[in-house]
């Protein structure tokens, strides 16, 4: 199993960037998946989940209304799209699947 994370960088507040999760190794359209974050000091903290059969989504109270998670089950990828960012979203953001974790791409909100 593979989870490979991209698309992390340095964001202004209120600006927006979208990190993608890359999956190999395992039966990708019929996963659910999920994000997390962990921001130094901090404990690694659910963000937002989606459902491999309804594609229901499900969303952290503090990421509610500004980001966005969507799969593509042709690219066996999962991403998530993060509006109006804040500098307290700062931190590593981590796929996972089952009891598997990708190495994280690290998101730093900040002017």
């Known amino acids: 199993v593979q989870l490979v994370e991209s698309g992390g960088g340095l964001v202004q507040p209120g600006g927006s960037l979208r990190i993608s999760c890359a999956a190999s190794?395992?039966?990708?359209?019929?996963?659910?998946m999920y994000w997390y974050r962990q921001a130094p000091g901090k404990e690694r903290d659910f963000v937002a989940s989606?459902?491999?059969?309804?594609?229901?989504?499900t969303y952290a109270d503090s990421v509610k209304g500004r980001f966005a998670i969507s799969r593509d089950n042709a690219k066996n990828t999962v991403s998530l799209q993060m509006n109006s960012l804040k500098p307290e979203d700062t931190a590593v953001y981590y796929c996972?699947?089952?009891?598997?974790w990708g190495q994280g791409t690290q998101v730093t909100v900040s002017s």
């Open positions: 996972n699947w089952n009891m598997y």
């Open positions: 190794g395992f039966p990708f359209s019929t996963a659910n």
């Open positions: 989606i459902y491999w059969s309804t594609d229901r989504t």
